[in-house]
């Protein structure tokens, strides 16, 4: 059933041409940046991108910064909105469901489809900002700096590149995890994708405001930039533990309301 | 006649929507070998019933089985050798056809690899789109369509057809195509359960009928008792008023040239008229068509709202 719904997702263009347009703004950024040699002060800006003028090998993770806030979230949300709600659209949830494929392995299928999707895409952003960032800079491959100022060698670099995309793709978890549990009670994919934005606009509005500090830990949103730690030395790994253990967090709790929701449900589309 | 093998059973089967009773306790019965016309009006509930044989919606009270098993918890069993076709074909717009198939196909049971590609030529060549190409199913025209449906139900050589509106969208060649396919299966031993609220589709080709009115299933039986001969004769004559003479007490209506005469043997009739001098252009056996006895057990259309005080009667 996996299979199938990977052969679903992939074969549709509308999957690469969501990928595509994610990389468009890094490579934008990259552009500009060289054009015009003005980068922005360290501690300014997407986080990475003051360094990667001395070391275009840094680029990937100033791309995935960029990225991050707005743009990768939107491409998870319309993904993982449509899976069920856009089957139920198109009239094929009820062939699926008669034909018979069991709701809670749909359900699986749909989402483990959607983490493929968020893994392949970062990585795609990942891989795409490296060969922008050394055919456009400078690139030192034999090492790189940490933020915090010390060397960090090639292996070290890579693998917590490796980190970074995996944190990234967890941190995506809890959004897919939302579109997919609004998917599964509305028939209209938008809603479903909107829905899941809004609950990260208003996470991230709540976030900047002091008088919403006592929450402000168990915001999704919340730990999301902690990515950048892995390039602290040593790793700071407080913030990364803490933002892993919400995401679990949100992931099993929404989509165990999308389960008992789906199984229980008319499929009346 | 032979006591068959009962395929879908249903006892006492409700589905409530809130307050209004979609379905109304129906026991519906369908055995093996019949083409079993499903008829009502829109509205009258046929699709939540149609939808709950093959676990879609679950029922609020009552029992369904089909092929002898309890459903919705025995679909994974029973689903795989039920095809059906629900409220029209539904497709991923930008696959071929036999992308479709090859997909629906792989995602559930019973279904196997080795011989996916074989079937969905042979269902392809059955509903007449043996020559399609791989344009994606977003350029089919309707009949197309519901030709791919149909081709998407026959996939697995299902014991069990559930049709609804199967030939929705097609032209007049394309529904007596379908016609002459579904009457084939089921002479091989297909069991068809054909929901439609076309009257005709259904007298020609159900052997047995369900009418269903507002939930309520008000009517079920053999095609053949229902439409038997009535005891009365049909006669066509350019003179009623001499006919009547001879055949005095006899005629029960008139309508034109028409009289409809209480008598089993039309020849008995005719040679009653013939000798008395009285023209006779036409002598049928008295039967009631299956819209006479659908509106007579069917109450009014069920997408009418009546004003509150007017409505019709339950």
Same mark, same amino acid.
């Given at each position: ?97 008669? +034909?018979?494929?069991? +709701?809670? +392995? ?131 790994? +407080? ?31 | ?16 929507? !809130? ?68 409220? !029209? ?226």
């Amino acid at each position: 059933m996996i299979v199938v719904e990977l052969r679903k997702l992939f074969r549709r263009p509308r999957t690469w041409v969501t990928i595509a347009v994610l990389n468009l703004l890094p490579i934008i950024v990259a552009v500009l940046l060289v054009l015009t040699d003005l980068a922005p002060r360290p501690g300014q800006g997407p986080a990475f991108l003051s360094a990667v003028l001395t070391n275009g090998a840094l680029f990937p993770l100033a791309a995935l910064a960029i990225v991050l806030p707005l743009f990768l979230p939107i491409a998870v949300a319309v993904i993982a909105g449509d899976s069920v709600a856009g089957e139920a659209q198109a009239g094929t949830l009820r062939y699926l469901i008669a +034909r018979p494929v069991g +709701r809670t +392995r749909l359900l699986v299928a749909k989402l483990l489809a959607v983490l493929v999707f968020v893994l392949v895409t970062v990585v795609v952003v990942a891989v795409v900002g490296y060969l922008v960032g050394v055919t456009l800079f400078e690139a030192e491959p034999a090492a790189g700096t940490s933020v915090s100022g010390t060397t960090l060698t090639v292996q070290e670099l890579l693998v917590r590149t490796g980190y970074a995309v995996g944190y990234v793709t967890v941190s995506m978890c809890g959004v897919a995890a939302f579109a997919l549990c609004f998917s599964t009670f509305t028939d209209s994919p938008l809603a479903a994708a909107l829905g899941a934005l809004a609950v990260l606009v208003a996470s991230s509005l709540l976030f900047t405001l002091d008088a919403a500090s006592p929450i402000a830990p168990y915001l999704p949103t919340r730990y999301w930039l902690a990515f950048v730690d892995f390039f602290r030395d040593p790793i700071l790994w +407080r913030d990364i533990v803490r933002g892993l253990a919400l995401q679990g967090v949100y992931v099993v709790v929404l989509l165990g309301v999308a389960w008992a929701n789906f199984t229980t449900k008319d499929v009346t589309s | 006649m032979t006591e068959r093998d009962a395929v879908i059973t249903t006892r006492g089967l409700v589905k409530r929507y !809130g307050r209004t009773r979609a379905v109304d306790g129906i026991d519906l019965d369908v055995r093996s070998g019949d083409v079993y016309g499903f008829l009502g009006a829109n509205g009258s509930g046929k699709t939540t019933t149609v939808r709950m044989l093959l676990g879609l919606v679950l029922p609020t009270q009552g029992e369904v089985e089909v092929l002898g098993r309890r459903m919705p918890r025995g679909g994974r069993e029973v689903l795989p050798r039920v095809g059906a076709l629900i409220e !029209g074909p539904a497709f991923a717009g930008h696959l071929s056809g036999r992308e479709n198939l090859s997909l629906l196909d792989a995602s559930g049971p019973g279904g196997t690899r080795r011989t996916r590609r074989r079937r969905i030529g042979d269902v392809l060549e059955q509903v007449g789109l043996g020559g399609v190409d791989r344009r994606p199913v977003r350029a089919y025209s309707l009949g197309m369509r519901q030709r791919l449906g149909l081709a998407g139900a026959l996939l697995r050589r299902p014991e069990l057809l559930v049709l609804d509106e199967p030939t929705n969208g097609l032209d007049p060649q394309g529904i007596a195509e379908i016609r002459d396919l579904l009457l084939e299966l089921h002479r091989v031993g297909t069991t068809v359960f054909l929901s439609s609220h076309l009257l005709a589709e259904i007298e020609q080709m159900a052997t047995r009928v369900g009418v269903l009115d507002r939930g309520r299933l008000v009517l079920q039986e053999e095609l053949a008792v229902l439409t038997a001969p009535t005891g009365a004769t049909v006669v066509t004559t350019p003179d009623p008023a001499a006919a009547r003479a001879v055949l005095d007490g006899r005629v029960l209506t008139e309508d034109g040239h028409r009289l409809l005469v209480t008598a089993a043997d039309p020849a008995e009739v005719n040679a009653r008229l013939v000798a008395a001098g009285v023209p006779v252009t036409g002598l049928a056996v008295h039967r009631p068509t299956l819209e006479e006895v659908v509106l007579a057990a069917a109450s009014t259309s069920a997408d009418r709202v009546e004003r509150p005080g007017q409505g019709a009667p339950r």
